[in-house]
């Protein structure tokens, strides 16, 4: 079983967010009820360049398409995983590849397979974690329903 802390450290997690700019995301779906959107579209708006990566598309989110990270023209900060953990170690590979600065595992993506391939080729990995989660937990704009409503208090709105 693969210690998971390891892969969950607060410093890690806070060094990473503040220092990409470029997310390539593997297995962004185009269906606005996956995820994968909800992430990628989140990450986009919060100012972040969003790369797709899915071979079944041409464009999500506005954005070029690509079959895999291999493909990716230019240099990734953080390779963001929405596959199935058996798929990992053969994305952690391209991430070493491309010289990925991270690779990110949403949750349940765990393979510690992946995880070592990542690391032996000196890329950070994070794992069982979703992305927007932790940006919005040190960003700052985590509400009770995950929306960012621009207000500081411990009070639901109504509830004064």
Known sequence: MTDLARYQDPLT???V???ASTIAIVGLSNNELRASYFV???LKRHGYRVIPVNPRETEILGQKCYASLLD???PVDIVNVFRAPDALPGIA???VAIHAGALWCQFGVINEEGARIAEDGGVTVIMDRCLKVEHARYVG???WLGFNTQRITSVRAGLQ
Do not use: C, S
């Open 13 to 15: 997690i806070q060094r």
């Open 141 to 143: 704009r985590m509400h």
């Open 72 to 74: 990716v023209p230019e």
């Open 17 to 19: 967010l503040h220092t």
């Open 93 to 95: 590979r391209e991430a």
């Open 40 to 42: 990628g579209y989140y």
